[in-house]
């Protein structure tokens, strides 16, 4: 086994890609337009979707003077992406693509991302940031449980470890046990997995009696694919005793990569150089000046095979240009709170789930074990339920100590939201556990109709 290294914490910060990343922002700023200038031409060029709509709104490539110009151009939504499946988003033909992901769509067609060679390594070297970020270099094995397949996670992860010269253990989602074990067995020093998953290992190992402490050489974990709050964050590094990095991404850009936290944790640096961000009012479609709440609008710079002009995320963020005290010049979103069609409405309430999240973990010997069940009983009055887990020691302590967490979160929700929520406080490891995106809502409201 490799000699155990120290849970540092210390912001030591090792950069993957100094010239990029550290570019003053004049630089930056011209090599983003010409980088978009260039994209505008390919998509209006190769792109029918593109033409059309450009076409439509009277813009030419030749009017993107400037990178404000941007606003000009269309944008594009999950659904431009469905409609033209498999392939008629793509710039390049078929010869030249040499992978395929997919988003993991539940209804109707998945998106479709192909990659050329180049949009290969262009990944591999945005991962490569990101572990970098973290302090993972050539001495450290790579734990990856982010599914592979499809899903962008697990070979997003896999081929940037190989690029900064880790060891990677490619596990995959499941066999939970298992992968505690290889842990050992292989002294696993980094862990990458969505975060709810990591909490799914953490208590594996609990069960197993292992001290993540004394047992595990684990320093570091790269969590993200699905929105985690501030306590979540908490409980895995409590959990694990790791430093924790929030990493974001999506399939219509590249998959993860897009941004990652750098040892400060004070917001996700947005490769900027290869993603152009904007944020907009989301019912609007206005441009917002930065460190204005909205939703988040990327545009491709750099891909080959799919480009995309305008994405519209859905997800909600904070931008800060501002310098960081890591030496990264570029921009920053705030951690991702949730996404605009998140937003439940509950007796013409807004509530978003990372609310809730972050209530019952305010809430002693409450678990981040939860499922939100919206429905809308036979007085068609919408019905909000909240199921969590406790601790085991509340467990213990009877009926009486359970009702009584019941009755605090009650309080606590109702404070935060003005709503009043059924509470079941249940036992541990009573809930469904998932190896990869949780899912903590489900809406019966469209069925009951
Ligand atoms: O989840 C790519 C990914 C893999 C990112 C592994 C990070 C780690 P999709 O399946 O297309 O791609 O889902 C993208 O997931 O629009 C967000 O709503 C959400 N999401 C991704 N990362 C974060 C994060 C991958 N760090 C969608 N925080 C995005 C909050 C996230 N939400």
Redesign the pocket.
């Known amino acids: 086994m490799r000699v155990k290294k120290p849970v540092t914490g210390t912001k030591q910060c090792l950069i993957w890609d100094r010239e990029h990343e550290t570019m003053p922002r004049p630089k930056l700023e011209k090599l983003q337009l010409e980088r978009l200038q260039r994209t505008v031409e390919r998509c209006y060029e190769r792109v029918p979707f593109y033409r059309e709509k450009m076409d439509e709104l009277g813009v030419k490539p030749e009017d993107i003077v400037t990178l404000k110009d941007v606003s000009k151009l269309p944008f594009t939504t999950k659904y431009d992406l469905r409609e033209n499946y498999p392939f008629k988003m793509f710039a390049e033909p078929m010869e030249r693509v040499v992978r395929l992901h997919a988003?993991?769509g539940t209804t109707g067609k998945p998106v479709v991302a192909g990659y050329t060679a180049k949009d290969l390594d262009t990944w591999a070297e945005l991962i490569a940031r990101v572990y970098t970020s973290g302090g993972v270099t050539n001495a450290d094995v790579v734990h990856n449980a982010?599914g592979y397949g499809l899903?962008?996670?697990g070979m997003?992860?896999h081929y940037g470890a190989e690029k900064v010269g880790a060891t990677i253990v490619p596990v995959s989602g499941g066999l939970t046990k298992r992968q505690v074990m290889l842990w050992q067995d292989f002294g696993a020093s980094v862990l990458c997995s969505t975060p709810s998953y990591a909490l799914v290992l953490a208590e594996q190992a609990a069960e197993m009696g292992i001290d993540t402490a004394r047992d595990l050489n684990l320093r570091v974990g790269f969590?993200?694919?699905?929105?985690?709050t501030l306590e979540m964050k908490k409980e895995i590094e409590e959990k694990l005793n790791i430093e924790a990095f929030?990493?974001?991404?999506?399939?219509?850009l590249i998959?993860?990569g897009v941004s990652s936290e750098c040892p400060y944790h004070d917001g996700l640096h947005i490769n900027e150089d290869h993603f152009l961000v904007e944020t907009i009012d989301p019912d609007t479609g206005e441009v917002l000046p930065p460190g204005t709440p909205g939703e988040m609008v990327l545009t491709s710079l750099t891909k080959e095979a799919f480009p995309v002009l305008r994405f519209r995320?859905?997800?909600r963020t904070i931008i800060n240009q501002e310098t960081c005290a890591c030496g990264r010049t570029t921009a920053r979103m705030m951690?991702?709170t949730g996404?605009t069609d998140d937003m439940l409405i509950i007796r013409g309430v807004n509530v978003f789930p990372s609310q809730i999240e972050s209530v019952i973990l305010s809430v002693p010997h409450l678990e981040p074990q939860y499922v939100i069940v919206v429905d809308r009983g036979s007085t068609h009055m919408d019905d909000l339920e909240v199921l969590v887990e406790c601790s085991e020691d509340l467990y213990n302590k009877g009926a009486e100590a359970m009702k009584e967490a019941q009755e605090h979160l009650s309080r606590e929700l109702h404070q935060v939201l003005a709503l009043n929520a059924r509470i079941k406080v249940v036992g541990p490891k009573t809930l469904q556990r998932s190896e990869g995106?949780a899912k903590r809502v489900v809406d019966l409201r469209e069925l009951s109709h």
């Open positions: 988003s993991s982010y899903f962008t996670g997003g992860f969590f993200g694919a699905e929105p985690w929030d990493i974001y991404g999506l399939t219509e998959g993860p995320t859905r997800d951690r991702v996404r995106k």
